[in-house]
């Protein structure tokens, strides 16, 4: 067993049950710098607490899940969105997807310039029903048409963003890091389900490079009758294993939710020494996460619940 984020021995789970709506956020696996863990669960708590109120008004779990996610992308806290990691050139390049459990539909686009929030995007993708993926320009064209504004790059890039970027460069720190992909599942009232993920991959990362996150079955998944993951830390491994869609399945036979995350982490770790952390809701409204990294921060609402976990 090696040391380090890859080790299994950091492998942690958590799971409670709701009465009924339920909702889980993450905002990225890995070791959180310094003192920062709190800030980055508060970040999370807040995030699940506007999704819960939109569940609680009657939204559905893709409004729900996507409201969550916009909050995390305006957080430059977090790797999605303002504040996302930069590229090998030093520009955002940015993932996201969308999945409604309730009729499979789905949308994503990876490798898009700079927009505010991808996971807007995504989800209008998603409710127009006919594409799952766009791409680089294409995915900028298509949303342009469909009323959404490209951004400045310099207003979502951060001093962190670029100091970590030089960090990478020379060789001082791994391209990845905790407050980086952020994600969101949702039970609502009417027990649909919807997972999003969004982010802006490993910094430094090569030109056209893309991750778990965007991919329908390998970063988020969803359906109905088996539950709703998304998935943070190492991109490649998660698209090796099929991730999100095998975790599903494994519910799908039976196991709880943190049940079936949990074989999916265990099982890559130790084919592929690959690491990171899923959080996840089924359909009897068992909420929970795991990771095998030191740190994954969370937070968690549920109805019948007095108030909002979290945690890093």
Not at 2 to 16: M, Y
Not at 36 to 43: W, Y
Not at 44 to 56: G, L, P, T
Request: hydrophobic share 45%; with cysteine; proline share 3%.
């Amino acid at each position: 067993m090696t040391s380090g984020p890859r080790s299994l021995d950091r492998a942690a789970t958590w799971s409670k049950r709701t009465d009924g709506w339920g909702v889980v956020v993450h905002g990225g696996a890995g070791d959180i710098d310094g003192d920062r863990g709190p800030l980055h669960a508060a970040g999370c708590r807040s995030a699940a607490i506007a999704a819960s109120r939109a569940v609680e008004s009657g939204a559905t779990a893709v409004e729900a899940a996507a409201i969550a996610i916009e909050a995390l992308e305006d957080n430059p806290l977090y790797n999605a969105g303002t504040g996302a990691a930069l590229d090998e050139r030093g520009e955002l390049s940015l993932d996201a997807s969308i999945m409604c459990g309730a009729t499979l539909d789905a949308g994503g686009v990876c490798n898009l310039p700079p927009f505010a929030h991808p996971i807007a995007i995504a989800k209008a993708m998603l409710l127009e029903g006919r594409r799952v993926l766009l791409a680089g320009e294409g995915a900028a064209e298509w949303a342009e048409r469909h009323g959404f504004a490209r951004v400045d790059a310099a207003s979502m890039t951060t001093d962190v963003a670029r100091a970590r970027l030089e960090a990478v460069r020379r060789g001082l720190v791994e391209p990845n890091w905790a407050g980086g992909t952020v994600g969101c599942v949702v039970r609502d009232r009417e027990g649909r389900l919807a997972a999003a993920t969004s982010t802006g991959g490993v910094v430094g990362k090569p030109r056209g490079r893309v991750g778990d996150s965007p991919i329908i079955g390998a970063g988020t998944y969803a359906d109905d009758a088996a539950g709703a993951v998304s998935n943070t830390g190492d991109g490649e491994a998660f698209l090796r294993f099929v991730a999100a869609k095998t975790a599903i399945e494994h519910m799908r036979s039976g196991a709880s939710c943190v049940e079936g995350i949990s074989m999916v982490l265990e099982s890559m770790g130790r084919t592929l020494d690959g690491y990171g952390g899923t959080i996840a809701i089924d359909a009897l409204g068992f909420v929970g996460w795991a990771r095998t990294t030191m740190n994954m921060s969370w937070a968690a609402f549920g109805e019948g619940w007095n108030e909002p976990q979290s945690g890093f």
